[in-house]
């Protein structure tokens, strides 16, 4: 799904590369890039505060709600952070330790906007589009997660 030339929002199957990403952002007229890669830990706290170790996650959405929220997030970041792109990328299906999951690129005139943007759009996937984590833990135990 691609609303303008300034956002790019996809749901992906494949591992998901930064390099085949980033010349998206290129733009000579800008002087800041920003990204943020969220990746597959090996551990994790639960609410208790007990370390869990996770073997792999697997991501499930429902597409065209998450394709339409992704883009909604992101044109909304453009105008609240004047950003002239923005790009979500997000795996669905297994994702091993020390893959990306989700990938977010926005790009700016100055550092400020781009550096305040990346937490407010990840915060704002996070919350509100629909994609759900199963995790599977090292003794095989799943746990669906889901803010």
């Not at 010349?23 to 706290?45: E, N, S, Y």
């Not at 453009?78 to 997000?90: A, E, G, N, Q, S």
């Not at 990306?100 to 943007?117: D, I, K, N, W």
């Amino acid at each position: 799904m691609e609303s303008s030339l300034a956002v790019l929002v996809r749901l992906v199957h494949a591992p998901i590369q930064l390099a085949q990403w980033s010349d998206q952002l290129g733009d000579p007229d800008i002087g800041a890039q920003g990204w943020f890669a969220g990746v597959t830990r090996r551990k994790t706290k639960d609410d208790a505060g007990v370390v869990r170790v996770t073997h792999t996650l697997h991501y499930e959405a429902h597409p065209t709600m998450a394709l339409s929220e992704l883009d909604r997030i992101a044109t909304e970041a453009t105008k609240r952070f004047r950003l002239t792109k923005v790009i979500v990328i997000h795996r669905l299906g297994e994702v091993p330790i020390g893959q990306v999951s989700v990938l977010v690129g926005c790009c700016s005139g100055h550092r400020p906007e781009t550096f305040a943007a990346l937490p407010w759009i990840m915060d704002g996937l996070k919350s509100n589009v629909p994609i759900w984590k199963r995790e599977t833990y090292q003794d095989q135990s799943t746990e669906w997660i889901h803010p």
